[in-house]
Structure formats: structure tokens, C-alpha cells
């Protein structure tokens, strides 16, 4: 076998991987992003997340496209003036283009969002997984 037979399924499983969740980009305590969040069914409890823990819809957990597993971030919905912090460990949301979070359960209720679905927020990082 050549090494390019070897290498070439490897290379293509991870940019496989990397077009389904998307690359986690650096992060710096204070960026701030703005966008609509959502916030993940019930129905979800339980199922495994893309970072690996299953998903819990009563711990302050959030899903984004590229922030690190493990960042801190303080999300304020900006309808209610209501923060928390909440630990990314999932990716998402998948749809619509213009959602930029999915909060777990709890969170929304704490945010006062389960009642509209969603809504815009303001997030920004206050904490970096650990190594970042």
C-alpha cells in the first residue's frame, strides 16, 4: 500500500468532519457577538452532543457554530434584559442562517424565552475552555 492510499481516506474524514460541524475558531474573553437564539427541545435530553456529554436540558449549556467546547459565555436576551452563563459544549444551530445560539432548556426559561422560542441575544465570552 502507498502512503497516499494510506493518508488520503484519513485527510478526507477530516474535512468531512469539518464541513458537517464547522471549525472552532480562536476566542477572546470579551468578543461579543449578536444574533437570534433558539433553544433546544426537550426531546433532546439525553442525546449525545458534538462534544461528546448528552445533553441535558437543565444545565446552562449553549450549541454554536465554531466557539471552542468549554468556552464561557454570558448571553443577555435582549427582550427581557435577563443574563446567564452558559458553557458551550454542543454545535448548532443548524437553521436558520441568522441564529448564531441554541440554549439548553433551562437557560431559556431563565432568560424568559420559552414563551417566544426565541429571540435576540447578545453573547459574550467570559471565560476560555481550558488549554486556550
Known amino acids: 500500500?502507498?502512503?497516499?492510499?494510506?493518508?488520503?481516506?484519513?485527510?478526507?474524514?477530516?474535512?468531512?468532519?469539518?464541513?458537517?460541524?464547522?471549525?472552532?475558531?480562536?476566542?477572546?474573553?470579551?468578543?461579543?457577538?449578536?444574533?437570534?437564539a433558539s433553544y433546544m427541545a426537550d426531546s433532546l435530553h439525553g442525546n449525545k452532543t458534538a462534544s461528546g456529554e448528552p445533553?441535558?436540558?437543565?444545565?446552562?449549556?449553549?450549541?454554536?457554530r465554531t466557539l471552542p467546547f468549554g468556552t464561557r459565555v454570558k448571553v443577555t436576551y435582549l427582550k427581557t434584559g435577563k443574563s446567564v452563563e452558559l458553557t458551550n459544549n454542543d454545535r448548532g444551530p443548524h437553521k436558520p442562517a441568522n441564529r448564531i445560539l441554541d440554549v439548553s432548556g433551562a437557560a431559556a426559561k431563565a432568560l424568559g424565552m420559552v414563551k417566544d422560542g426565541h429571540g435576540a441575544v447578545k453573547i459574550e465570552v467570559v471565560g476560555k475552555p481550558p488549554g486556550n
Open 55 to 64: 445533553y441535558n436540558k437543565n444545565a446552562m449549556t449553549a450549541a454554536h
Open 1 to 36: 500500500m502507498t502512503f497516499a492510499r494510506i493518508i488520503r481516506p484519513i485527510v478526507c474524514l477530516a474535512l468531512l468532519g469539518l464541513a458537517v460541524a464547522g471549525p472552532a475558531h480562536a476566542v477572546e474573553v470579551g468578543d461579543v457577538q449578536e444574533g437570534d
